[in-house]
T-cell receptor
């Protein structure tokens, strides 16, 4: 299982763009990259998933370089409600029994 | 996205009693469900993986006789914490995938268990 490395914490201000980078040097050919958001006392919420290049949805963008050894979650114009823990995970989403192994995540604090 | 529910959202019990937590996929058929536990300020730890109609696969260090998992249908998995003790107090979270939600795992809202 690929191991991921993320910054433990990040600080930002309302209205700024936040980029959280995740390293996954041992990512396998079949692995996808998935990001989750978790608020205190809630289950993780799916944010975005990608395999290569760039993926964008209504809440975030995911940038994946050609070697796929890292990925960057981009949150445009964050608000106070984006304060949460963000987890980057990699794995073979084509395998129905694939196990998600959570790392420590990145604790994002958005200040007014 | 797909919706996963858990019941109850929180439970307080006395030491020595057993507690059952339900996990349901509401709008898709979950061929695989996962159970996690999370301690305060810590990350999620996978406890077990369950496939519908078969025995659960437990992670190393998780006692299968203490944490009984049943995945009897494509929409329901249950976790029973038997003879609960204060050290079992934690936040238990399930996730599910399968059917139209086969591309990733979707998580339930979690269950806060407090054992007195």
């Amino acid at each position: 299982l690929a191991k991921t490395t993320q910054p433990i914490s990040m600080d930002s201000y309302e209205g700024q763009e936040v980029n959280i980078t995740c390293s996954h040097n041992n990512i396998a050919t079949n692995d996808y990259i998935t990001w989750y958001q978790q608020f205190p006392s809630q289950g993780p919420r799916f944010i975005i998933q990608g395999y290569k290049t760039k993926v964008t949805n209504e809440v975030a963008s995911l940038f994946i370089p050609a070697d796929r050894k890292s990925s960057t979650l981009s949150l445009p114009r964050v608000s106070l409600s984006d304060t949460a823990v963000y987890y980057c995970l990699v794995g073979d989403e084509g395998d129905s029994s694939y196990k998600l192994i959570f790392g420590s995540g990145t604790r994002l604090l958005v200040r007014p | 996205g797909a919706v996963v529910s858990q019941h109850p959202s929180r439970v307080i019990c006395k030491s020595g009693t057993s507690v059952k937590i339900e996990c349901r996929s509401l709008d898709f058929q979950a061929t695989t469900m996962f159970w996690y536990r999370q301690f305060p300020k810590k990350s999620l730890m996978l406890m077990a993986t369950s496939n519908e109609g078969s025995k659960a696969t437990y992670e190393q260090g998780v006692e299968k006789d203490k944490f009984l998992i049943n995945h009897a249908s494509l929409t329901l998995s249950t976790l029973t914490v038997t003879s609960a003790h204060p050290e079992d107090s934690s936040f238990y979270i399930c996730s599910a995938r399968g059917g139209r939600a086969a591309d990733t795992q979707y998580f339930g809202p979690g269950t806060r268990l407090t054992v007195l």
